[in-house]
């Protein structure tokens, strides 16, 4: 990175004049902390008795018997309080905020995940709380709302444009813009300007330095092939950061949706049909049309439905030091359910990415050889969507019934 915020091409801080003073705030905070040891310490110290740090790296004896080939790790994200490696990002920011001296924090959010990190981490913190979230996902998110204000967080419908989480981006930089004296905006991935992306790749960085160390104490070497899925790209890069200098091989795995054909997928580096654009306060590779309008993204995974991509993540593809793929709805329902019978773990949908290409892979490598699976977050939020992939009628019996309850 050099001084602007830039990797190679990508990043920088495309921001409006008046949120020069307080994204330096916070960058010579966030840098004063990256260079106290006692912050890493203190950061270490929430995340291992709050969260469930470290997280385990799981041999997965009977997926690697039964592809016969690498010997398969999964590194538990999901295991995480909140369920997913999000928890790493908002507690580091909170910790953050409570140096600043700031008392209240937003959020947006689209499926709610990180809505429902970021109330909790403002609950144990004491700070007030807003989450900004399209109208039309606060009525598919419900049981996510339903937290977030149990959590005692403000959830704000946007009820301007489509209605989704761009719509709820534009808002949280609006209301940073009115109120940045007390407030701090919880970016919630590896994205948008600088020093976000540096930021959340600083706390999410834990993932890969325990992989370090565990594939070490498991197998005395380091793994050759590191797998993630990636949305925004942050637990992509938690898991890579450790390894970048190391001869070990990264791929991260983007949301195929119907397949990259059909232009129905959210794959912004793995397609050709991610563009360089600037828009959220980056430069990164966008999903947009040539006027620079956003396409629609499709994702069954809801986490991984985004239009653009970390800009560290553009630039390691640039340099071809990060491999790129894209895994099918479809596939990603088998690997999930493979994964389930055969370990007896529920990766989310977005992990589950990671799987298909890491099953693809794994047959063809020697027995020797190490891959270790990011498993970012846990799969039992997905039910809904699960069951329906299944088309399960025994579910569908009992959604009837709930729904007759409702109305009765
Ligand atoms: C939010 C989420 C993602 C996508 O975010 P990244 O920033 O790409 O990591 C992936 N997996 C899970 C389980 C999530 O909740």
Redesign the pocket.
């Known amino acids: 990175m050099n001084d602007r915020g830039y990797y190679g091409r990508f990043g920088g801080a495309y921001i409006p004049e008046i949120l020069y003073a307080t994204i330096e705030e916070l960058t010579a905070v966030f840098e004063a902390c990256r260079n106290d040891p006692a912050f890493w310490e203190e950061y270490k110290n929430i995340m291992s008795t709050y969260s469930c740090r470290p997280t385990p790296l799981t041999f997965a004896e009977n997926l690697t018997a039964h592809f016969g080939g690498a010997r398969i790790y999964i590194k538990r994200e999901d295991l995480n309080h909140t369920g ?3 928890a790493n990002n908002v507690m580091g920011q909170g910790l953050l905020v409570k140096r600043m001296g700031k008392t209240r924090v937003i959020a947006e959010t689209g499926a709610g ?2 809505g429902v990190a970021t109330a909790t981490m403002a609950a144990r913190f004491g700070f007030d709380c807003t989450i900004y979230m399209g109208e039309v996902d606060v009525v598919r998110q419900r049981p996510n709302v339903f937290w977030m204000e149990r959590l005692g967080a403000e959830v704000i419908p946007v009820r301007v444009g489509t209605r989704i989480l761009k719509d709820a981006i534009n808002e949280a930089f609006r209301d940073w813009v009115s109120n940045m004296d007390d407030t701090h905006y919880v970016l919630g ?2 994205c948008g300007p600088h020093p976000f992306p540096e930021m959340v790749t600083y706390f999410q960085s834990i993932i890969g330095e325990e992989i370090k160390m565990q594939a070490m104490a498991a197998e005395g070497k380091l793994p050759n092939r590191i797998y993630a ?8 890069m938690g898991a890579f950061h450790a390894f970048l200098d190391n001869p070990v091989d990264l791929i991260g795995v983007e949301a195929g949706g119907r397949g990259l054909e059909s232009g129905r997928h959210a794959s912004r580096l793995a397609s050709k049909d991610g563009n360089i654009g600037v828009a959220q306060g980056y430069k990164t590779f966008f999903l947009q049309n040539s006027d620079g309008q956003m396409k629609e993204t499709h994702s069954v995974a809801a ?2 439905d985004y239009v653009g991509v970390s800009p560290i993540l553009s630039d390691l593809k640039e340099r071809g030091r990060v491999r790129f793929e894209a895994a099918t709805d479809k596939e990603v329902i088998d690997a999930m359910s493979l994964t389930i019978r055969k370990e007896g773990v529920i990766p ?1 949908l ?2 589950a990415h990671a799987f298909v290409q890491a099953f693809k892979d794994a047959p063809a490598l020697p027995k020797d050889d190490i891959i270790v699976i990011n498993q ?2 846990r799969g039992d939020k997905d039910i809904f969507t699960i069951a329906d992939a299944f088309d399960d009628p025994s579910w569908k019996a009992f959604i009837k019934t709930k729904a007759e309850e409702y109305n009765a």
């Not at 899925?229 to 992509?236: F, I, T, W």
């Open positions: 997913a490696h999000k995940q990180h991935t590896a899925c990636v949305g925004g790209g942050s637990n992509a986490g991984l989310a977005e992990s970012s977050g």
